[in-house]
């Protein structure tokens, strides 16, 4: 992908200096889909959640863009917004949603029938389970696994996101993937 | 998904593979922005505006404020202001010369405060 004529750090300079909107507006269509993502993720796919939520990362990202010191890329800077964002909510709601059971035992049922005959419906299967297990991680440990798999951040900037230090992230990645080996552990190969 | 220990691949760490095709996917996927950046625009707080007073407002405010220097300048000051004055423009200025000037600098400068803080 080529990359955009005007940097984000300009779009972000006419925001401050200028106020202005249509710039601002440029970095949401840029950056919309990957903080959308991320907070359906986030969400275990609740896409409703995840767009309300979007909404409050942009708006906020707005109102503070004059903290936004330029250490670290945008789209990380936005990360933490949204992360943040979905904490407030998940701490207001007691529990994060969750993907609708029903809608995955459905698809869930659906690609077993064909798994003997078809390779992509069994890889899709996995990924069904793989989402279905990431829902029983913390809080805390989906979003470690987010930013440093979905997201591809280094541990370093996965920290920067969660706003904790580097060794509780990789303790966060550790500990979800042991979860994650328990639970699809019908998915592991032979010994 | 209890049937799938043999149509796996052998790797060693099946689970890494599992996250990375799954974070692969995540990544190409684009969401359509479907209007979001139109709603997002949509609530952004609205731009400060001058009140429509404003601009009287300040002009009466520096008229007073040029009426008040000029009442103010000590007649020493007078002087030496004229005779520099006339040193440049080879005649002495007056105090309306002096007043028409600051009210014109005082002109000059409030507009270009305004176009500065000019809204769109």
């Known amino acids: ?53 979007a909404q409050e990362t942009f708006l ?35 529990e994060s949603p969750l993907a609708d059971d029903a809608d995955l035992d459905a698809l869930s049922a659906e690609h077993h029938e064909t798994e003997e005959s078809r390779p992509v419906a069994r890889a899709a299967s996995l990924k069904i389970d793989l989402e279905r297990a990431m829902a029983t991680l913390s809080d805390a440990e989906r979003a470690a696994i987010i930013q440093c798999y979905h997201n591809d951040l280094s541990h370093e900037e996965a920290a920067l996101v969660l706003g904790c230090p580097v060794g509780t992230v990789k303790t966060h990645v550790l500990r979800a993937k042991q979860k994650l080996k328990a639970r699809l552990g019908a998915w592991a190969p032979p010994t | 998904m209890m049937t799938m220990n043999n149509q796996m691949p052998t790797d060693d760490d099946w689970l890494e593979q599992a996250l990375r095709a799954n974070a692969r996917e995540h990544t190409a996927s684009y969401l359509p922005d479907d209007g979001f950046t139109a709603r997002v625009l ?38 030496v202001f004229s005779n520099i004055a006339a040193l440049f423009l080879g005649q002495r200025l007056r105090l309306t010369d002096v007043a028409m000037l600051l009210t014109l600098l005082g002109g000059v400068t409030w507009s270009a405060l305004f176009f500065a803080a000019r809204t769109e």
């Open chain 1, 60 to 94: 906020l990202a707005y109102k503070n863009l004059k903290s936004f010191r330029q250490e670290a890329k945008f789209s990380t800077w936005l990360y933490r917004i949204a992360y943040n964002a979905f904490l407030a909510d998940a701490r207001k709601m007691k």
């Open chain 1, 1 to 53: 992908m080529s990359s955009p004529a005007v940097s984000d750090a300009q779009l972000i300079a006419r925001v401050l200096v200028q106020d202005d909107r249509h710039a601002f507006g440029e970095l949401v269509r840029r950056h919309q889909s990957t903080v959308r993502a991320c907070l359906r993720k986030l969400t275990t796919g609740n896409a409703a959640l995840a767009d309300d939520l």
């Open chain 2, 42 to 79: 949509g609530q952004l707080p609205r731009p400060a505006a001058l009140p429509a007073w404003r601009r009287p407002a300040l002009w009466a405010l520096w008229a007073i404020v040029a009426i008040a220097i000029l009442a103010a300048l000590p007649v020493w000051f007078e002087d």
